[in-house]
């Protein structure tokens, strides 16, 4: 018998085709990262391998308090949403994840249904990077025991309102409580996409859910922009929310815009108006008229801090709008006042015009949508000359004629080159 030896080489083979002993280790610190994390053991250039191959799904519990890396939280971000703009959030990509997967889970927290640990166990996650919350759904309890009721009813019976049963959203205090740094919440009870299913009770904003609502923003002391709008808001609710925002220690903008506010809730924020730190203020598309606007004028003739009233979309009427010229007349801190919309006309403009010739505080006035007329508009020309403050002043179809219109145009764009050309103030110089 023959025997015959044949050596067989693989002519592609290099010794570079072996993976080094440390790459394999590495291999294996990412394949076993949820059982052991050992990533700050770790060198910093082996970190940074680590980092750029582990998979954007590990649990939070081992990745929240563990990985500071931005580059490791942009990947999160990217691949869940497909817009992401930072500038929003910090700058920061971890506070953009955190703030936005906690929103998430609070738009589709189902009260009675979903487990309430979903949001208490993430508390200790991301308590450390939330500082602002944007909610604007909130999904009321779903009602099994009223499906066979609510077959029977016919189209029209749902509309007059058979199926209404108040149904209360899940419970802020909680989660706001547990979040030290959070400075702005912006809420909205609402259901968004709700299609063939849309109903009036699914926009409910109970009683109940404004009382723990004001019981949690009053506890958070790091609170500084409040918005709470298109919920449905009215004296009742504006007034228990007020109770608990007196003499809030850091809360300087309120935004109530597009809710059903009329003069009794008007009354309660013009007593908040003095009893807190409020700079920016925005009752916008509400129902306030004269008497509510008489209330916000008398605090605003007392107020020293406020820098921006927004009443676009009232009721105020000229004796609204009066009374809110008169108070300019003493106020020396506010810049910017919106008046659009207000069924506003001649009598207003002869107050203003004392406004324009006497106040150097305000910049801006907007009067849009009034109907003012010529003989209102020439009031306001004669109130402008000589004011060198005014950079603002929108007057769109208030009627207030085109050579009224192109004369005070003319005193504002005069005015804003002198600011352009105003040297900036210098912070007061410390100790040497």
């Known amino acids: 018998s023959y025997c015959i030896h044949r050596i067989i080489e693989d002519p592609e083979w290099t010794l570079a085709a072996v993976p080094q002993l440390t790459e394999l280790c590495l291999q294996h610190i990412v394949h076993n990262f949820t059982k052991n994390p050992v990533l700050d053991r770790l060198l910093p250039e082996h970190q940074r391998k680590v980092l750029d191959r582990l998979p954007t799904g590990l649990p939070l519990t081992v990745t929240a308090n563990l990985i500071s890396d931005e580059d490791y939280w942009k990947r999160c971000c990217t691949e869940r949403w497909q817009v992401c703009d930072i500038s929003n959030y910090g700058d920061s ?15 589709c927290f189902v009260p009675n249904t979903t487990d309430p640990n979903q949001v208490l166990e993430l508390i200790p996650l ?64 609402g259901v968004k996409d709700c299609g063939m299913n849309f109903e009036w009770n699914l926009f409910k904003f109970t009683y109940k859910d404004c009382c723990n609502l004001a019981v949690a923003v009053k506890m958070c002391h790091s609170l500084k922009v409040f918005k709470l709008t298109r919920s449905n808001v009215d004296d009742d609710k504006t007034r228990l929310l007020v109770r608990n925002l007196l003499d809030h220690p850091s809360l300087v903008e309120l935004n109530l815009s597009h809710n059903l506010i009329g003069d009794k809730g008007a009354r309660a924020v013009g007593k908040l108006i003095n009893r807190s730190k409020l700079g920016i203020l925005d009752l916008c598309n509400n129902q306030i008229h004269h008497a509510g606007a008489q209330a916000l004028a008398q605090a605003l003739a007392k107020n020293c801090i406020l820098t921006s009233l927004n009443l676009r979309l009232n009721c105020l009427e000229d004796e609204g709008g009066e009374a809110m010229g008169h108070a300019l007349l003493t106020n020396t801190t506010l810049r910017s006042i919106h008046l659009g919309s207000n069924r506003l006309s001649e009598p207003t403009a002869v107050v203003f015009s004392q406004v324009l010739a006497q106040n150097t505080t305000l910049t801006c006035i907007n009067f849009s949508c009034n109907h003012i007329g010529q003989d209102g508009g020439k009031q306001l020309l004669e109130g402008l000359t000589g004011n060198t403050t005014m950079t603002e002043f929108d007057l769109r179809l208030a009627e207030v004629g085109q050579e009224s219109e192109y004369l005070i145009n003319q005193t504002l764009w005069a005015n804003q080159h002198a600011a352009r050309l105003r040297p900036l103030p210098q912070p007061p110089a410390g100790p040497l």
């Open 126 to 189: 991301c308590k450390d990077y939330v500082w602002k919350l944007e909610v604007d759904q909130f999904l009321p309890p779903v009602k099994v025991d009223q499906k066979e009721e609510m077959d029977d009813l016919s189209d029209s019976g749902s509309d007059f309102g058979f199926s209404e049963v108040p149904g209360h959203h899940y419970d802020l205090g909680a989660l706001i409580s547990a979040l030290p740094h959070l400075e702005e919440l912006h809420l909205t009870y």
């Open 93 to 107: 990509w971890k506070r953009m994840f955190f703030e936005r997967h906690l929103e998430n889970i609070v738009k």
